[in-house]
């Protein structure tokens, strides 16, 4: 509980001046907050799954290191929230293509994070898509979550069945 609390707190201070993409603007917290409820909900709270949802963003978007992680969450959220880092100095094309081609061999707890981020993000694109997407922009997104949410499955169901009833949403919303 002390570490899950530090982890809201910590990721919510980090991202302070973020938003999601989305019209609606909203504060990149609630990103944050869902993919650890998503996470909790399937897992029923296992740490450090839940701590590491908070934090899964820390590393790629914030000035936070690995070691101011290590330093405040230990060595195994540490090493989870690096697992599920993209590399930013590669180009945006080749980071996506790497997720899809490294995920089946990622740790299990890293797929459960996976496929919570892609869930979260498709929401967010189906009740909220930015104003500067186009929708075949949103078309592209979502058609990438899902190979890289493929690459995932087998953990725990209910998980994917949240992953899949957002890209229903999703393509529901396109479509109307
Ligand atoms: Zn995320």
Known sequence: MVLVARAADFAARRHVEQRRKGAAREPYVNHLIEVASLLAEATRGADPLLVAGYLHDTLEDTSATYEDLEIHFGPAVATLVA???????????????????????????????????????????????????????????????????DKC????????????????QARATLNS
């Open 83 to 149: 697992e599920v880092t993209d590399d930013k100095s590669l180009p945006k094309a080749e980071r996506k293509a790497r997720q899809i081609a490294t995920a089946s061999s990622k740790s299990e707890r890293a797929r459960l994070i996976k496929i919570a981020d892609k869930t979260s993000n498709v929401w967010a694109l189906a009740s909220s898509p930015p104003d500067d997407w186009e929708m075949r922009r949103i078309v592209e997104y979502v058609e990438w979550a899902e190979k890289v949410v």
């Open 153 to 168: 499955r087998g953990l725990n169901a209910a998980l994917e069945q949240a992953f899949d009833a957002a890209v229903t």
